[in-house]
């Protein structure tokens, strides 16, 4: 699964409203849709929403969310962040699709089981400061569980450093792909769980964007998985040569052997240092075992390397400059 940057995402949105064709009013709403899907089977119909949006897309975003809770029965108010600005056009139309059943508070008093954040979306790239980022600390102070729209507000989608004030969600429940700043650990605090639904961008363009970044979890990986033939052997399944451990740290290339063996090679070969000879015999009968010829160390080049068709090189290996040879 790949994970496009900010700039790439808005290209995949531009496609798929030119070439669906779709209004981006009704992609917006279609996105809305998704989160509600995903609201419904995780929160029950007796909590308190308060809706928090902002002006720009997110915000729409956030309004259609609160008019589809709505009319599912939740019990919704909303708090315009920005309520003197003209706002983003598919904003003002969601602004105007609200019910006037729903209530418009002008001071926030948290009075809520939920607060669903939209105020920034990922568009966002400056630190959030001012009204703005008291209003984020004000909402992180609640002691209300929080859930945001794509991407908490504040956050910078494409990982990159952040400062100012940034939503700290319980959730965040982010549209059509993952952000490359979900995976940063540094910004744990400002993601929480995590949920991708579908609001139907084009796959084409989505495939054809080109990325360095990719995610991979046990749906998408199910499909790399090819059928074993019944009268198979280990032979066709590819020989893996993993190079590591030193003195005190077999361990390394014992684990990384192990899990080549448990993610599909048919034969493992391990090289390791003398010392390791007797542990990785021991502990993983399955593999194959080289050793250095040195006790302590891996240092020296590793030869018939067309006799592999997987090359794994470092766990365990040490910093010591004898192996630098490799």
Not at 51 to 63: E, K, M, Q, R, T
Request: aromatic fraction near 8%.
């Amino acid at each position: 699964m790949q994970i496009l940057s900010a700039e790439q995402t808005r290209k995949a949105d531009a496609y798929t409203i030119a070439n669906e064709p779709i209004k981006s009013i009704d992609l917006m709403e279609r996105a809305s849709q998704a989160f509600v899907d995903w609201f419904t089977l995780k929160f029950n119909v007796n909590k308190d929403l308060l809706v928090i949006a902002g002006s720009g897309n997110n915000g729409g975003d956030a309004l259609a969310i609160a008019r589809i809770l709505y009319e599912k029965k939740y019990h919704v108010e909303v708090y315009l962040a920005s309520p003197q600005s003209q706002g983003s056009d598919d904003y003002a139309i969601n602004l105007k699709r609200l019910p006037p059943e729903i209530k418009r508070i002008e001071q926030l008093d948290f009075n809520c089981d939920i607060i669903i954040d939209g105020i920034f979306g990922s568009g966002i790239a400056r630190p959030i400061e001012g009204e703005l980022g008291t209003l984020i600390d004000k909402i992180n102070g609640s002691g209300k569980l929080i859930v945001s729209v794509d991407i908490a507000s504040g956050l910078i989608p494409d990982g990159l450093p952040v400062e100012g004030s940034v939503i700290k969600p319980d959730f965040t429940v982010s549209f059509q792909l993952p952000k490359l700043a979900f995976m940063l650990p540094e910004n744990s605090n400002n993601v929480g769980q995590w949920a991708m639904v579908d609001i139907g961008l084009d796959d084409a363009i989505i495939t054809a964007q080109k990325t360095g970044y990719h995610y991979f979890n046990e749906d998408n990986t199910k499909g790399l998985l090819r059928p074993r033939l019944k009268f198979a052997h280990k032979g066709d399944f590819g020989h893996a040569l993993i190079v590591g451990g030193s003195f005190g740290k077999i361990g390394a290339n014992l684990l990384a052997s192990k899990a080549c063996l448990k993610t599909g090679a048919g034969l493992i070969t391990s090289l390791v240092p003398n010392c390791g000879y007797p542990i990785l015999q021991t502990a993983f009968p399955e593999a194959m075992c080289l050793v250095s010829g040195t006790n302590h160390l891996i240092n020296f080049e590793v030869k018939n390397l067309s006799n592999y068709s997987t090359l794994g090189i470092g766990p365990g290996i040490g910093t010591n400059l004898e192996t630098l040879s490799l």
